[in-house]
């Protein structure tokens, strides 16, 4: 069983400062990840699929990186919107999610 | 513009069922590799099931396998989920979900989801 997991499960930033998220796969994904991000009340939103790849119209303060078993999710200036709960996908076999990073305002 | 707008949740007892809907626009559905996936609560994004481009695979996760299905109509651009056999751990927001690649796909475009609360 693919298990995903993500860390931390909070993350405290000031606006304006860098977000580094991590997911980690329990075998490889190769490059089969993505990033969707969720604001309260709404869809999950894609922002990274391919473990790097921007989706249409996602801003480039979004980075991710990885391959294998270990991926990072970079947001570099911190903005207002972006607070969010952050989660990972494996889309290599079926599909996982991690359990989600909180990232609110410090 | 590509949209996605599931109905059909709502109160159910346990042991009972329940259809939801999806009715896509702005793109065509067997065109694609279509998902339902649930979130309980507060906590975090669970997939359900897939229905692949041919519109006979289906694949489901073990929790729900043999008493959810997963079907679509042409005609209607639209994508269902038939669920039996309810329990109070199906409680969730569904989200219809749309994997535009082959089956290694990452999920693009997502509903606004509908709530199925399993309770009596």
């Known amino acids: 069983e693919m298990v995903m997991t993500q860390s931390p499960a909070t993350l405290s930033v000031s606006p304006g400062q860098r977000a580094t998220l991590s997911c980690r796969a329990s075998e490889s994904v190769y490059s089969h990840l993505a990033w969707y991000q969720q604001k309260p009340g709404q869809a999950p939103r894609l922002l990274i699929y391919d473990a790097s790849t921007r989706a249409t119209g996602v801003p480039a303060r979004f980075s991710g990186s990885g391959s294998g078993t270990e991926f990072t999710l970079t947001i570099s200036s911190l903005q207002s919107e972006d607070f969010a709960v952050y989660y990972c996908q494996q889309y290599n076999n079926w599909w996982t999610f991690g359990q989600g990073t909180k990232v609110e305002i410090k | 513009e590509v949209q996605l707008v599931e109905t059909g949740g709502g109160l159910i007892q346990p042991g009972g069922s329940l259809r939801l809907s999806c009715a896509a626009s702005?793109?065509?559905?067997?065109?694609?590799?279509m998902s339902w996936v649930r979130q309980a609560p507060g906590k975090g994004l669970e997939w359900v099931s897939v229905?692949?481009?041919?519109?006979?695979?289906?694949y489901y996760a073990d929790s729900v396998k043999g008493r959810f299905t997963i079907s679509r109509d042409n005609s209607k651009n639209t994508l269902y989920l038939q669920m039996n056999s309810l329990s109070a751990e199906d409680t969730a927001v569904y989200y219809c979900a749309r994997g535009w690649r082959s089956a290694i796909t990452p999920l693009d475009y997502w509903g606004q989801g509908t709530l199925v609360t399993v309770s009596s």
């Open positions: 702005g793109f065509t559905v067997s065109s694609n590799f």
């Open positions: 229905i692949y481009r041919d519109g006979t695979s289906t």
